[in-house]
């Protein structure tokens, strides 16, 4: 066992402590090196003592179980543990810059500035989910930056692996988060819902478009548990430049019973991404708390709260997939068109909260600029929409919506694994082209797009007779 | 090394081979049994006798109450596992008979144990189905990780110095790290009858060098295993809970 405290040059399994980075009250970090990893290094290493919160501890095992499991752009990389027999200890990539925590200094932000940062951070916690790992610290201060752009999502120590055994689960009493950021089933004990870092941004969103904290920032369970019945004041009310778009995914985040949230972080990162396609309800016009009677019923009569076990957080998460169903408006057969809406629609029976994006590319000439004109002065986009949104009629409504895109592009393949990759999209859902010269020429886009897709594909044909 | 843990193989052949074939695919090293490797399913002398060739190789093979109670007259059990129990004593041979009977309650490996039921009195074959049996186990013994069966249902349960014993339900083969600053007791499924919903074999891969453990499943020809319990004129319920895994 490594006594006291670390100094700079000492040696701990081959990393050399050169300086220390944070000193904090749980662990203290330090900036490390070793000769054969070429990116920069911390070493986090718990303060372990006589008297220390147990959750310290608790959180640290937590950490060392689950960071090495993660990968991606959105996590720190994992790079060592240090064995409780000699030192406890993490290492990791140390990334560049500064966390989000520095911004509170300049609240309250542009909208457009809001939205891009929840889209970045929407992302990144759908990478983290589709890992099984439930973040449940989300924060300014735990959110940082690539170089190349990508939200960085740091400290594991409160998060929980789905498939790992949850150290924090029946070790403490109280609910473990950061006060002003704990969704209302994690102040109630839950620690499996995906839904609960959508609520945590919900309130970062906020905090950066209005300047004050939705539910401030209780020190007590009781002041905890007023979020469970006492709605925030509409973000609108407090600053009139936030667009009906942002209030409505603000407080759709914020909503008490998670199922009334978004389903996934990718819908919701797709819906940051673009305000004008949000589809907007009563929470968008809200301008004032709920009456006092409303609040009084919900204190004694709470809203209902679903509570996920972790064998079913993930099925809920999977009941959520986005859905991109290419549209060839003018090659399609009328058998082919509906052989195609009856594949989407049992897609919404069995994934009930699936977000629908129809779309349909507008072939433009590979020279010429196109005028976006035709002939009877008709805009071509907006006439392809209105077909697109014709095609749709007689759908179930998915839980996620259904919007429509037409995408103005030299080919069509490269379109729609571009808008695939872009849009986190899980399943594309496209036509054959007919037996045809054309396909022999050009060969089939469908063909391409499944061979390159990110995601499931899904090609509809009619089956033929056989010709004999 | 990689170690495959199994338990509770209940005379059930095609689930035992399944397991066999789908440990050794993935590269074990040593094979565990914890034991109950006969009752209730029709090939209990062919699982004995693989049991035995494994014990030979190296294997650490156990003795649950089912191999107990086939040379103990005094064992008594509920009307189905009876029947079972009888019919099993009439077609095991003088050696697999005396194999069963001459094996460990427990076996202890450095860091490491290994037992049927709950450690804290082996022979009194008690379940280990919460939290609560869990620490009577991990307060009766000193190893840091120990495996059992008995249950049929894949559990693990871990606890720190002090701290409480934190249950976990396994829902996916993605590897759990015992941390070497805890203490761990793995709960295997059922090879031959496992009885969480999942119908497939259960068992486990433990790397002894990265401390991490995978619970696993293998499918198997569940329809034949069915069919002989039939023709042997064993109680039905027991070939029927196989397709469900009840």
Request: with cysteine; net charge neutral.
């Amino acid at each position: 066992m490594v006594k006291g405290r670390l100094k700079p040059g000492e040696v701990i399994d081959g990393f050399v402590i050169e300086d220390i980075a944070h000193n904090g009250g749980m662990a203290r970090i330090w900036q490390v090196s070793r000769p054969d990893i070429d990116c920069p290094i911390l070493m986090k290493v718990p303060v372990i003592g006589e008297g220390d919160d147990p959750a310290a501890i608790v959180g640290f095992e937590m950490e060392q179980m689950i960071l090495p499991r993660l990968t991606g752009p959105h996590v720190p990389r994992f790079v060592a543990n240090g064995d409780f027999a000699t030192l406890p200890y993490i290492v990791m990539e140390r990334l560049p810059g500064t966390s989000l925590y520095p911004l509170l200094e300049r609240l309250p932000l542009p909208p457009e500035e809001v939205a891009a940062i929840g889209a970045k951070v929407a992302v990144a916690l759908d990478s983290l989910h589709r890992q099984h790992v439930v973040h449940l610290d989300l924060k300014p201060s735990n959110v940082m930056f690539r170089e190349s752009g990508e939200t960085v999502l740091i400290d594991y120590g409160l998060a929980r692996h789905i498939h790992l055994p949850d150290l924090m689960d029946e070790q403490f009493r109280l609910p473990y988060g950061t006060a002003p950021y704990m969704a209302p089933e994690q102040v109630l004990g839950t620690r499996s819902d995906f839904r609960s870092d959508l609520f945590a941004l919900g309130v970062m969103l906020y905090f950066f478009a209005t300047g004050e904290r939705p539910f401030g920032d209780p020190q007590r369970l009781k002041g905890l548990k007023r979020r469970l019945w006492r709605d925030p004041l509409p973000p609108r009310a407090r600053n009139g430049a936030i667009p009906l778009a942002l209030q409505e995914i603000i407080l759709r985040c914020l909503e008490v019973n998670p199922a009334w949230r978004y389903p996934s972080a990718a819908q919701l990162a797709l819906d940051l991404q673009d305000l004008s396609a949000v589809k907007l309800t009563a929470r968008a016009e809200k301008m004032k708390r709920d009456a006092f009677g409303t609040v009084l019923r919900r204190r004694f009569n709470p809203v209902p709260i679903e509570t996920v076990k972790p064998q079913t957080a993930e099925a809920q998460l999977a009941n959520a997939p986005i859905v991109a169903v290419a549209i060839n408006l003018s090659g399609s057969t009328p058998d082919l068109d509906e052989a195609k809406r009856r594949t989407v629609a049992r897609i919404i029976e069995n994934t009930p909260d699936a977000r629908i994006a129809c779309l349909n590319v507008l072939k433009i000439n590979r020279i010429a600029l196109d005028t976006s004109l035709d002939e009877e002065g008709r805009n071509k986009h907006v006439m392809r929409l209105v077909e697109l949104r014709a095609w749709s009629t007689g759908l179930p409504t998915p839980g996620g919506g259904i919007t429509f895109h037409v995408l103005e592009a030299v080919s069509p393949a490269d379109a729609i694994l571009a808008y695939a990759r872009e849009n986190y999209v899980d399943h594309i859902v496209m036509g054959a082209r007919a037996e045809s010269a054309m396909r022999s020429m050009l060969g089939s886009v469908s063909g391409e797009v499944a061979a390159h897709a990110p995601c499931t594909v899904t090609v509809v044909r009619n089956r033929t007779r056989p010709e004999n | 090394m990689l170690l495959a843990i199994l338990s509770d193989i209940h005379g059930n052949r095609e689930a035992f081979e399944a397991v066999l074939a789908a440990a050794r695919a993935a590269g074990a090293e040593r094979f565990v049994v914890l034991g109950d490797i006969v009752g209730y399913g029709a090939d209990s002398e062919w699982c004995t006798e693989t049991a035995r060739s494994l014990a030979e190789s190296g294997a650490i093979v156990l003795r649950g109450n089912h191999d107990d109670a086939i040379g103990n007259a005094s064992v008594t059990m509920n009307p189905t596992a009876t029947m079972a129990l009888e019919w099993t004593r009439r077609q095991l041979g003088a050696d697999a008979r005396a194999f069963l009977a001459a094996l460990p309650l427990k076996a202890r490996e450095g860091d490491y144990l290994f037992v049927h039921a709950d450690a804290s009195a082996p022979s009194d074959w008690n379940y280990v189905l919460d939290a609560s049996d869990a620490g009577q186990h991990l307060g009766a013994c000193e190893a840091r990780v120990s495996f059992c069966g008995h249950v049929h249902k894949p559990a693990l349960y871990c606890t720190a110095p002090g701290g409480r014993v934190t249950h976990f339900c396994p829902v996916a083969a993605t590897p759990v790290p015992l941390l070497p600053q805890r203490r761990w007791l793995a709960v295997m499924g059922a090879v031959g009858q496992p009885r969480d919903g999942n119908p497939c074999a259960a068992f486990a891969l433990y790397d002894t060098g990265s401390a991490e453990l995978r619970f696993l499943r293998a499918a198997y020809d569940i329809a034949t295993a069915a069919g002989k319990i039939r023709a042997a004129g064993l109680p039905v319920s027991l070939a029927e809970r196989l397709f469900e895994g009840r």
